[in-house]
């Protein structure tokens, strides 16, 4: 890096952290200070430190390091990763579409995107890409294979792979394409009546994919629609302002954004006639439903249009923009607060306020202020995300049911299944029988893995605090008679979890058959959010009653 394009760099990351000076001639003076102290510094551990420095990584460290004191969507992209940034906004890529991951040393395919090459050439989930247009993977110890499969679109790339119950080696030529990855994976009907629509992400095709499912499902007979926004982190502010003008009409007032450049300062509002102003729906959301799905959430939510169902959404009400950096490189910075119709900011964090050891907390439940809805004059909060209307209890995964799925045993049983069953029922009527699980209970406690449960971690603070504190001789036997009380067995483990387990194995096995479209159909029936809408969706009157706040 030259000394130039150092100084620019400093200058573009230390101008945003000093915005705390009032008098501008006092702000650039310090700015050219700390940008001389910061250049001389560089170049005295450039020439005097024992090892040598790399420019690029040390220079990186040092703005990440930086912009972390912000919070945490101010991000500096530097020119080897604008790659991931376009497929992050766009959710386009060249490549053939499937997720890898290094398990114990292998490249093992974890998912596969529909309709992406990947699919076509009947590569499966499980398989292990051992080489890769003849590198042998292992060899060269390449943990990342997604730089050598990704490429040109219209090329292709030679992948030798290992299949699960043979050793014979296959290959795959497959040719590189654009692959989208789909923020609506996928739309349905439920039943006869009731329409579902996952919606993902935010990217530049989020609204056309929206209103494609919506035409398709009322065209198939759709009456009332379940909006699934959970696990949904959110993207672009046009794309859920678009999406929620499908259901309000046009010149509604969806989001206000404010920060500190006015002239930034937006009002959005639908732009176009609405789709559909009177269809009953219902909006799932869950902890991880943040940023612009918190918008779409809230703003249905502000207007009385749908009754929303699950548990309080993440809380990030910050808006970002993206500079162009010199050098090919960008800045993503946090630039202003949005605020729905009600007036409300569902911002949970104040990252401007910091304990003394740099953690920000969340704002408590007694800060936040009350608003009122639009229609109906409901009584709705700020802060602290959205709150559903309808909350449904969200059960902590059981010790044991999380160690089977981070240890990859579920994994693992599914491509077993898959290859001793070619083909099973669809997906929303697969179900593993009694028998079945009892095979997979017999052969998962065969399986290298463990886990302490919450219980054994408490008694084991216990028994430290004891003995830090000089009672355990006191108390040793009844710590001994409560280890061996709390010791947990496997397989009973396994058994006594096992309509959790079972559940999740079911869906595990599902994506190998039906890919991400039959992970959906098969949840229906013991999804919790689901079920209660359309609990709800069969009581109107109550439907009605959330919405006028009685």
């Not at 499969?149 to 014979?168: C, H, P």
């Not at 046009?250 to 954004?257: A, D, G, L, P, R």
């Not at 028994?463 to 397989?491: D, P, T």
Request: glycine share 6%.
């Amino acid at each position: 890096m030259s000394a130039k394009s150092l100084i620019i760099t400093a200058v573009t990351v230390v101008g945003f952290s000093l915005a705390s000076f009032t008098d501008p001639g006092e702000r650039f003076f310090e700015i050219a200070k700390n940008l001389d102290i910061y250049a001389t510094l560089f170049k005295e551990l450039n020439r005097y430190y024992v090892d040598e420095i790399n420019p690029n990584r040390t220079i990186k460290t040092s703005i990440d390091a930086m912009l972390k004191s912000f919070d945490p969507y101010t991000v500096y992209y530097a020119e080897d990763e604008i790659e991931d940034y376009m497929t992050m906004t766009t959710g386009k890529y060249n490549g053939i579409g499937i997720v890898t991951s290094n398990r114990n040393g292998k490249i093992v395919v974890m998912l596969i995107d529909e309709g992406t090459p990947a699919e076509k050439s009947g590569l499966r989930i499980g398989d292990e890409i051992v080489k890769v247009d003849g590198i042998d993977l292992a060899a060269r110890k390449i943990n990342d294979a997604g730089k050598l499969i990704k490429g040109q679109t219209g090329t292709a790339v030679k992948l030798t792979v290992k299949r699960y119950g043979t050793d014979k080696l296959e290959e795959f030529s497959i040719t590189r394409d654009v692959v989208k990855m789909k923020n609506v994976p996928y739309y349905g009907m439920i039943n006869n009546e009731v329409g579902y629509i996952d919606l993902k992400d935010f990217t530049s095709t989020a609204s056309k994919e929206v209103r494609t499912a919506f035409t398709e499902l009322k065209g198939k007979g759709m009456k009332k629609l379940v909006l699934d926004l959970r696990e949904n982190p959110g993207g672009l502010l046009n794309m859920a302002v678009d999406i929620c003008n499908i259901f309000l009409p046009k010149e509604s007032e969806i989001v206000s954004t404010k920060g500190k450049v006015q002239d930034w300062n937006k009002t959005y509002v639908g732009l176009n006639a609405a789709m559909d102003t009177e269809i009953p729906v219902t909006v799932l959301t869950n902890s991880r439903s943040a940023s612009a799905a918190e918008i779409v959430a809230g703003v249905i939510q502000d207007y009385d249009r749908g009754v929303l169902i699950g548990q309080r959404s993440y809380g990030k009400g910050l808006v970002q923009i993206t500079r162009d950096l010199t050098y090919n490189t960008k800045l993503k910075v946090t630039t202003a607060k949005y605020y729905i119709p009600s007036g409300r900011c569902i911002q949970a964090i104040d990252y401007s306020h910091r304990n003394p050891d740099g953690s920000v907390g969340k704002l408590p439940d007694s800060l936040r202020r009350p608003f009122k809805t639009i229609k109906s004059g409901r009584v709705v909060y700020d802060g602290g995300g959205v709150l559903p209307d309808i909350e449904v209890d969200k059960p902590y995964p059981a010790a044991v049911t999380l160690a089977l799925s981070n240890k990859f045993i579920l994994f693992d049983y599914a491509i077993k299944y898959h290859f001793e069953h070619p083909a099973i029922k669809p997906a929303k009527d697969f179900e593993l029988t009694n028998a079945e699980y009892n095979d997979f209970v017999k052969w998962a406690v065969t399986q290298d893995f463990d886990y302490t449960t919450q219980a054994e971690k408490d008694l084991n603070l216990l028994e430290a605090s004891a003995k830090r504190e000089r009672y355990f001789e006191n108390i040793s036997e009844q710590l001994k008679a409560l280890r061996n009380k709390l010791s947990h067995s496997k397989e009973a483990d396994i058994m006594k979890f096992k309509d959790e387990i079972k559940t999740a194995l079911e869906q595990e096995i599902v994506v190998h058959y039906y890919l991400q479209k039959g992970t959906r159909e098969q949840s229906f029936a013991k999804d919790p959010e689901i079920q209660e809408a359309l609990k709800l969706f069969t009581d109107m009157p109550r439907y009605q009653s959330i919405l006028k706040g009685n």
